[in-house]
């Protein structure tokens, strides 16, 4: 009784003792990956499911499959987030022994995450691009490493490669304040997306040089990020200009930017409406200019 007393005097109680306890308990079976289901956001959602459907499925070494999937808003949403790419690995330790990893499936990944296995006298090590870095990598390199695969980029691989640098990019911009120097970066983006520069035609010795060209499937990663975000006016208004979306009504280009320019007026309608003509002010001007009566007289009537 007087050590309760104590305890109590003291600032302490045993209900805090108790509540202390059953964190402890709490934290033994977290680290154990106790209830992991509820701790882990991603586990039930559509990216994880199609990951391990298409793993495990027949068409597995289909790259034109695996392309479509890392350009997924399924993908996307957990793209780089460390809880996410933790189920990735996950689910390819579990079917390792039954589905080994293939070339198909490494190389997209590779691509989607900037990050090269190649071989080196020390064996295999990564070439990482800079803007590929964030916690929840060390997953990437551990599916990488169970592959111990040598990647060799080809045709089309290094448009794509452009196509997720860009990504990351407006990523990065998407946490400033769009200031005047995120709006010259963000328009530098766009100018890649330009009809003119949209192409699925391989180029040779790609590797070599900046590319301006990108392919037709990284509009799925530009579309995904401004369709699945909140923007201020002006971003949007960059978007419009720069990629002329309001062309983006009949032909490719509809096919192309048609769900940008939805995504553009669902924010901003007021970007598709066109000014009506004063037909009463352009009478005034006309007959205050004088031309129409100098019977070509002059240089200017002429």
């Known amino acids: 009784m007087m050590e309760k007393d104590g305890k109590a005097w003291s600032g302490q109680s045993e209900d805090r003792e108790e509540g202390a306890s059953r964190q402890r308990e709490w934290d033994s079976k977290r680290s154990a990956g106790w209830n992991r289901e509820e701790e882990n956001p991603f586990r039930r959602k559509a990216g994880i499911k199609r990951f391990r459907e298409l793993y495990t499925g027949k068409r597995r070494k289909d790259r034109t499959a695996w392309a479509d999937y890392f350009v997924s808003g399924d993908f996307l949403e957990g793209y780089r987030e460390g809880a996410f790419t933790g189920l990735l690995l996950e689910a390819v330790r579990e079917h390792q022994e039954s589905f ?62 452009a196509g997720f640098r860009d990504y990351r990019e407006l990523l990065m911009l998407a946490m400033s304040e769009w200031d005047d120097d995120t709006m010259l970066r963000l328009g530098k983006v766009l100018d890649y997306y330009t009809l003119s520069n949209i192409s699925d035609r391989p180029i040779q010795d790609a590797g070599r040089y900046e590319l301006s060209q990108r392919h037709p499937r990284s509009l799925k990663l530009i579309t995904y990020f401004f369709t699945s975000r909140k923007l201020p006016k002006k971003v949007w208004q960059s978007l419009w200009n720069h990629l002329y979306l309001e062309n983006a009504t009949l032909g490719k280009e509809k096919l192309f930017y048609g769900s940008l320019r939805e995504a553009v007026l669902g924010s901003v309608p007021e970007l598709g409406e066109k000014p009506r003509p004063s037909y009463k002010e352009l009478l005034r001007e006309f007959y205050a200019s004088g031309y129409f009566c100098n019977k070509g007289e002059t240089f200017e009537g002429r």
């Open 100 to 161: 080994p990893l293939c070339k198909e499936f490494l190389t997209e990944l590779s691509i989607a995450y900037g990050v090269q296995p190649v071989k080196t006298g020390d064996g295999l090590q990564f070439r990482v691009e800079n803007s590929a870095f964030f916690h929840g990598i060390e997953n990437i390199y551990e599916i990488m490493q169970m592959g111990a695969a040598i990647v060799r980029y080809k045709g089309n691989d290094f448009a794509m490669l």
